[in-house]
């Protein structure tokens, strides 16, 4: 072989390898479009955050409750009686259950946007105001 013979061998060799690599590059393009293109449309379609939040949903909290005598109630109410307050936060409810005679059961549900406001005690650590729409 000559000189010139074995050089255009070797720049055939290295045009069939830079050929190689080209299509290489451009497989490697086309996957991470793919890629790109089904995590920008996974994400709207799915968004994780509203998921995460149901996996770690807030359970209803129940609560034995005694009902404060207020003036306006004292004709009405001749002792105070336990009631069971019943909230359900993510349900926006809060159920007020009174057990009757007879295993009878009485129950008022405010939703959230009855609920005016809420005054914690400043004098009794365990005693709650609840302000109801009208």
């Known amino acids: ?6 050089g255009e061998q070797e720049l055939e060799t290295l045009v069939l390898k830079l050929s190689v690599l080209k299509d290489f590059l451009s497989s490697i393009e086309k996957k991470a479009l793919k890629a790109l293109q089904e995590m920008s449309s996974a994400t709207p379609a799915s968004p994780p955050q509203p998921l995460s939040r149901k996996a770690k949903s807030i359970p209803v909290q129940t609560f034995e409750v005694k009902l404060d005598i207020t003036l306006g109630d004292l004709t ?5 009686q ?3 307050l019943s909230v ?6 809060l159920v007020v259950l009174k057990k009757q005679k007879d295993s009878q059961e009485d129950w008022n549900t405010f939703t959230h946007d009855k609920i005016r406001q809420l005054i914690k005690s400043q004098r009794v650590q365990n005693k709650l105001g609840i302000v109801f729409e009208k």
């Open 76 to 80: 009405k109410i001749g002792k105070s």
């Open 1 to 6: 072989q000559t000189a010139g013979q074995s």
């Open 82 to 84: 336990k009631y069971t």
């Open 88 to 93: 359900d936060v993510e349900g926006g409810k």
